[in-house]
């Protein structure tokens, strides 16, 4: 049998990465991924192939037509007659992914990483490590890294297939759908909604709990609620599904909202109410490799199962289920496994929701730092006073910065408006490193930027902005 230092069971963002830091931290590496696209192995997972890339590809082509369509006019632009041509936008997403994921093939090729494409399981230990069965090929590997990830969550009550899709289904309509049901008001639902709102679609989307993005800080869903519904989402909260019934045409959904019974039509379903872990064909069962009672894998604060040598990374561990996440777990398990003092700031992860406006955070919101007992104090920003968003005619939003009334030290920071999936960084950044919102505040920022509205919302948590 073949020999590897490391075998990594998984080739998404934790797979992917964790095989080639391994690679680069001098293992003889190999991958065994089972992704397939149009019936081709294709690296990535699920974020390259039918997540995060193709839908920002998506998104971005969504948001251009309802410029187009709304805005240009304000810009002394006239256009005349734009429409959609679905099929075209398509295949400049799978183009988009196609560049992505074979960029990896390429990565692993330059990093000397063995693929295989297909299942991996576990099948026994010997005295030279872990058994797998690699594809059908069986190896042996001193380190195995679980990176399989996660799988969209199924309503019982209406199974995917025909009209009731998930994401990757969400992704590839040919045609755009007159009305469109979304079960689910998450980051997924809300996107893709999004999407097919803006090329002229009429969505009504479907949430069980009480309230909208109830993981955010209050004001930012406050704001992002009246910003969506501005746009046309029409939404529905408190919501009890009794049944799902689904036809050539279309698609039947019934749901109780408070004491009234709503029966209502749709061209298409999309179903997006979470994901679970993905360790199906992984022959847990069969060599002991322990998982929780929600189908996770197992591990210690080094990634370690209960199985020596034999690790997991990435969604299938649970936690934050973000490509960003999955990708750092898998740098700080290589340098581990090197010896090395591998590390992830669990509290400083940025989340980011990709609609317009964009929503971004990090750390604790003001209400999670207070029921854990901190002093807290604020500042608060609008984009609305900012020179370049008025520049860009998109004023919307603002942002929010969460310090230790004590200490100042920055416990979180929330930010609703155009492009702060890319301001959120340098706030992660000091937090990082501790940082305070007086440090952030001194930090000079180019004038004028976007990014001027986080130094301002610095500035604020002492009472002190500049420009409102």
Not at 91 to 110: E, M
Not at 215 to 242: C, M, R, T, W, Y
Not at 302 to 314: E, F, M
Request: one cysteine or more; aromatic letters at 6%.
């Amino acid at each position: 049998m073949d020999s590897y230092d490391v075998l990594v069971i998984g080739g998404g963002p934790a797979g992917y990465v964790a095989a080639i830091r391994a690679a680069q931290l001098g293992f003889k590496v190999a991958c065994v991924d089972a992704f397939e696209r149009d019936g081709k192995a294709s690296l990535g997972g699920t974020c390259l192939n039918v997540g995060c890339i193709p839908s920002k590809a998506m998104l971005d082509s969504s948001e251009k037509f309802e410029m187009i369509q709304t805005e240009a006019e304000e810009h002394g632009i006239r256009v005349e007659g734009a429409s959609v041509d679905v099929a075209k936008m398509l295949s400049r997403k799978n183009g988009v992914v196609d560049k992505l994921t074979g960029g990896i093939a390429y990565l692993f090729k330059k990093n000397k990483i063995q693929p295989f494409h297909g299942l991996g399981r576990l099948v026994r230990q010997d005295e030279g490590g872990w058994v797998v069965d690699a594809a059908g090929t069986e190896v042996v590997a001193r380190h195995v890294i679980v990176a399989t990830g996660s799988n969209p969550r199924e309503l019982p009550l209406a199974p995917f297939g025909g009209h009731i899709v998930e994401n990757s289904g969400a992704l590839n309509f040919e045609a755009v759908p007159g009305k469109l049901g979304v079960i689910g008001a998450g980051v997924i639902g809300l996107e893709l909604g999004s999407v097919w709102r803006r090329l002229g679609a009429e969505v009504t989307i479907l949430e069980a709990l009480p309230g909208f993005l109830m993981a955010a800080d209050d004001a930012v869903s406050k704001e992002a609620l009246k910003q969506f519904k501005k746009q046309g989402l029409d939404f529905h909260f408190g919501v009890n599904i009794s049944s799902v019934e689904q036809d050539n045409s279309g698609v039947t959904v019934t749901y109780k909202e408070g004491e009234q019974e709503v029966s209502a039509r749709f061209d298409k379903l999309i179903v997006s109410i979470g994901r679970v872990p993905n360790t199906q064909g992984l022959g847990a069962e069969n060599v002991g490799l322990e998982l929780d009672e929600r189908g996770f894998v197992r591990v210690d604060s080094h990634y370690r199962t209960n199985l020596p040598g034999v690790y997991a990374i990435g969604d299938v561990i649970g936690g934050a289920m973000l490509a960003h996440k999955a990708e750092e777990e898998g740098v700080a398990l290589a340098e581990m496994l090197a010896g090395q003092a591998g590390h992830v700031a669990y509290n400083a992860i940025p989340w980011v929701i990709y609609t317009s406006p964009e929503i971004a955070w990090a750390g604790l919101t003001e209400k999670a730092a207070k029921e854990q007992g901190l002093n807290v104090k604020t500042g608060q920003f609008p984009f609305s006073a900012n020179g370049r968003a008025l520049g860009h005619g998109d004023p919307r939003g603002f942002v929010k910065v969460v310090a230790d009334a004590g200490t100042d030290k920055i416990l979180g920071v929330h930010m609703i408006g155009a492009n702060v999936s890319e301001l959120i960084a340098e706030v992660v950044a000091i937090m990082e490193f501790g940082g305070s919102a007086e440090d952030l505040a001194r930090t000079i920022h180019a004038h004028p930027t976007l990014a001027e509205v986080v130094k301002e919302a610095a500035l604020a948590v002492d009472g002190r902005a500049l420009h409102m």
